[in-house]
């Protein structure tokens, strides 16, 4: 009898582990209606993990679902298995880790609820690396050669009072900056790519950047002052004022 029991019971904690544990389908399964994810051909909203993976077999995404939106952790890699796009959800906020890697180019921070704690942004300009750390409300900026020894260490006060929400759209994702109900900057990535950035002032549109890499080469569109610039490096993007507002 006590043998019974114990098995009923080893069978039932098993059927509460399984059941808590989420649920997982390949991301061609789900379908984006205005800023929510379905069960395709459903009109179920989707809870739980949705993958997707290169013809090598390695994970190219993990993406997580709670009632169609997305929650929790968010990743992106790219084929060697290196990451590329790291966001964490909370009720559509920014909340924890957030990492983007584009080319050179590195954003990585921390935010509570969508507010910023801190971030660092890396990219080369030149010859030259610059690192910039943002923390406490002070900014502080080194310039670094080509064998990483600091040519020059900058600190000024900043204060960065955007809060950052993450959402789908169609078959991007999209992080959005906004202080005071105005709209910032937005970014727009596929596949953990970023495809568009922009940048506003005072709510308007100042620069549209735009990655097009169908051609297996980056090829950059920036929209600056009424004027649209296209060059195939961004080195002319990264002279123009508020390029790293964000």
């Known amino acids: 009898m006590k043998k019974t029991i114990s098995t009923i019971s080893l069978l039932m904690a098993m059927l509460l582990i399984s059941c808590s544990q989420e649920q997982a389908v390949d991301i061609s399964m789900l379908q984006v209606d205005k800023g929510l994810a379905y069960l395709k051909d459903t009109d179920r909203l989707f809870t739980g993990a949705a993958v997707s993976y290169y013809e090598n077999g390695q994970l190219q995404s993990e993406q997580h679902f709670d009632n169609g939106t997305l929650d929790g952790r968010n990743v992106f890699l790219d084929e060697s298995g290196t990451l590329k796009l790291e966001l964490n959800i909370d009720n559509s906020f920014l909340d924890g880790v957030f990492y983007s890697r584009d080319g050179d180019y590195i954003f990585n921070a921390t935010f509570d609820h969508g507010v910023l704690i801190q971030r660092q942004i890396q990219y080369q300009l030149a010859?030259?690396?610059?690192?910039?750390?943002?923390?406490e409300n002070l900014l502080t900026t080194q310039e670094l050669d080509s064998k990483g020894a600091i040519i020059?260490?900058?600190e000024k006060p900043f204060s960065d009072k955007n809060i950052a929400t993450a959402a789908i759209e169609e078959n991007m994702l999209l992080v959005a900056f906004?202080?005071?109900?105005?709209?910032?900057?937005?970014?727009?990535?596929?596949?953990g790519d970023i495809i568009f950035q922009e940048n506003y002032v005072n709510g308007l549109l100042d620069i549209l950047l735009y990655h097009d890499q169908s051609a297996g080469n980056k090829i950059y569109h920036c929209y600056y002052e009424g004027e649209v610039l296209?060059?195939?490096s961004d080195e002319i993007c990264t002279n123009l004022p508020i390029k790293r507002g964000l």
């Open 178 to 191: 906004a202080e005071n109900a105005q709209l910032t900057g937005r970014l727009f990535y596929q596949n």
């Open 152 to 154: 020059t260490i900058t």
């Open 127 to 135: 010859d030259t690396t610059i690192i910039q750390t943002y923390a």
């Open 230 to 232: 296209e060059a195939d």
